[in-house]
C-alpha cells in the first residue's frame, strides 16, 4: 500500500504561482510518478509526469509547470507558474508502475480572473 497526501493547493488570482507537494508513503526511486487534474464537469486530465526517468508535460501547461522530486524525502513537487482562470481544478499525484497504481486524494486550485 501507498499513501500519497497532496498540500499547497489554494485560490491565486491569475498570473500568480503556486506549488503542490506530493508526499509518498514509500520510495519514488524506479517508479513513475506524475500529477493529473479534474475541473468541474470535465475528465481527469494527464499534466506531467516522471516515466522511464524521462519528464513530459501536456501542450496545455508546457512552459508555465514544472515537475520535480526529491528522492531522499519521497516528495514529487509541482511548480505552476503564470496561472490561467483555466487551470482551475483539483490536482492529484499518481504513483505507478507494473502491478501497482495509487492515487493521491487531491489539493483544490482555484485561479481568479
Known amino acids: 500500500q501507498v499513501q500519497l497526501v497532496e498540500s499547497g493547493g489554494g485560490l491565486v488570482q491569475a498570473g500568480g504561482s503556486l506549488r503542490l507537494s506530493c508526499a509518498a508513503s514509500?520510495?519514488?526511486?524506479?517508479?513513475?510518478m506524475g500529477w493529473y487534474r479534474q475541473a468541474p464537469g470535465k475528465q481527469r486530465e494527464w499534466i506531467a509526469a516522471f516515466t522511464n526517468s524521462y519528464t513530459n508535460y501536456a501542450d496545455s501547461v508546457k512552459g508555465r509547470f514544472t515537475i520535480s522530486r526529491d528522492i531522499t524525502r519521497k516528495n514529487m513537487y509541482l511548480q505552476m507558474n503564470s496561472l490561467k482562470p483555466e487551470d482551475t481544478a483539483a490536482y492529484y499525484c499518481?504513483?505507478?508502475?507494473?502491478?501497482?497504481?495509487?492515487w493521491g486524494q487531491g489539493t483544490q486550485v482555484t485561479v481568479s480572473s
Open positions: 499518481r504513483y505507478w508502475g507494473p502491478g501497482t497504481d495509487y
Open positions: 514509500r520510495s519514488i526511486n524506479s517508479i513513475n
